[in-house]
Each structure stands twice: as C-alpha cells, then as structure tokens.
C-alpha cells in the first residue's frame, strides 16, 4: 500500500507543479504582451472561476478526484483564459477609440459573449465524450464544470476587476 500511495502522491505533487507552471508561463507572456504586470492577474482571475465548478461537478456525479481530474485543470488554463482576454481586448481597443471605460466593457461583453459561449461549448461537447470512460472521467468533469462556471462568472468578474484597476491607476495619477 505504501508504494501505491506514494506514487499517488507524488503524481498529484508533479501535476500542481505542471499547474503553477503552466499559470506562470502564461502570466509572463501576458506580461510581455499588455507591459503590466495587472492586466495579466485580471485575465488570470478566471481560473479561480473555474475551479469553483470542478469540485461540485465531480461530487454531483459522484466522482473521485483523480489525476485525469487535474490534467483537466491544467487543461482549463488555457481553456478559461481566452474568455477574459477577448473581453479585455476589445474593451482597450473601444477604450482606444475614445469610448468610456463601463462603455467599452459593456461594448466587448456583448460583443464577445456569442464567440465565447461557443467556444465554450465546444469544449463542453467535445469533453463529454469521455464521460463514460472510467479512466477520463475526472478530465471529462473538470473541463465541463470549470468551463460552464468560468465562463458564467467571467462576463461578470473580469469587467469589475477591470474597473477596479481603473479606478486604481485614476486615483494614483490624482493623489
């Protein structure tokens, strides 16, 4: 029993190192691209969004947590992410064009909710083809749940953070 836990162990130790790894990957390149170090935590903020789905979904269907079930969080980095950067692309780029910020927000919401809710959906359908098998049924949980809860959540969260680092830097240039 000693050498099954073990390596239980350490395959979910390895995993969260690929996860924290994979966000930090993805924060850097975003860093890059935006030159702020802000912007990239907004976009990012959609994991915790996500993970927010995974656990009630395995216990609704009365899965276990497994390591195909972290390989479909590490999966969702990417997945959820995309969702908060159209949002806040197009909103900088209304921003640009001279339209103000609550505007611009609202502007790429409604804009952008078709494609990521399509894009989400193919996620959603695509994972559910491993639902029955007993092997990708935790990947199949993670993706489904996390996916539906990010992008749920993500409409609402990212404009409020965006406004709220706003309204940040406004107060900083005024003091």
């Not at 959609?46 to 009630?56: D, E």
Request: aromatic content about 10%; proline content about 4%.
């Amino acid at each position: 029993w000693e050498g099954e836990t073990r390596m239980l162990i350490d395959s979910y130790r390895d995993m969260g190192f690929a996860l924290l790894l994979a966000i930090s990957l993805v924060y850097l390149m975003l860093v890059a691209y935006y030159r702020s170090f802000l912007v990239p935590v907004i976009a990012l903020a959609a994991l915790p969004l996500a993970f927010i789905g995974v656990f009630p979904g395995h216990w609704l269907f009365g899965a276990e947590f497994s390591g195909a079930s972290m390989i479909g969080i590490i999966a969702l980095v990417g997945m959820v992410v995309r969702a908060s950067l159209l949002i806040i692309e197009f909103a900088r780029e209304a921003e640009a064009q001279g339209a103000p910020l609550r505007e611009a927000l609202r502007q790429a919401c409604a804009l952008r909710l078709r494609p990521i809710v399509l894009t989400s959906l193919t996620n959603i359908l695509g994972a559910m083809v491993m639902l029955l098998d007993p092997v990708f049924r935790g990947l199949a949980l993670s993706v489904i749940f996390g996916t539906v809860s990010a992008t749920i959540l993500t409409m609402v969260v990212v404009p409020a953070l965006y406004i709220s680092l706003d309204a940040r830097r406004r107060a900083r240039r005024n003091a």
